[in-house]
């Protein structure tokens, strides 16, 4: 396994021809954002950024996504996991999204939680 020096600010971090290889395959191949992929790879988004910008990859302009888009979410698999009464932070580290979308899709689901429990007013 070689190693190879990346130049930036600070101390250079060192990242493996292993680690360029699979950060190349996620972008160019499995189409996986370049901070996704850091993080998967375990390096600074900073060092991604800079080896895909080496590689030649650029950032592809985010699209208007249609209101009913999932992400690739299993809605049923969403409403199985809800009616278990899973909290939506549970469900959406699970399926790699926010909170605020599973909340979403809960209620185009039609999928209600109870109201929480209030705090006495001090």
């Known amino acids: 396994m070689r190693i190879v020096r990346v130049e930036g ?3 250079a971090t ?4 292993e680690q ?3 950060l190349r395959k ?6 996986i954002a370049v901070s996704d992929a850091a993080r998967r790879l375990g390096v600074p ?23 009913n888009w999932a992400g690739g979410l299993d809605r049923p698999k969403v409403k199985k996991m ?3 009464g899973r909290t939506y932070p ?6 790699g999204v926010s909170k605020q979308r ?21």
Request: proline share 3%; glycine share 8%.
């Open 102 to 122: 599973i909340q979403q899709i809960a209620d185009e689901l039609g999928v209600h939680r109870k109201p929480g429990r209030r705090r006495a007013k001090a």
């Open 45 to 67: 988004a900073k060092r991604a950024y800079y080896q895909a910008d080496k590689m030649g990859w650029t950032a592809k302009q985010r699209t208007t996504l249609p209101k």
């Open 9 to 11: 600010e600070g101390s």
């Open 20 to 22: 360029i290889e699979k």
């Open 26 to 31: 996620m972008l160019f191949e499995d189409g």
């Open 82 to 84: 809800l009616d278990e």
């Open 14 to 17: 060192l990242v493996t021809e």
């Open 90 to 95: 549970e469900i959406a580290e699970k399926f």
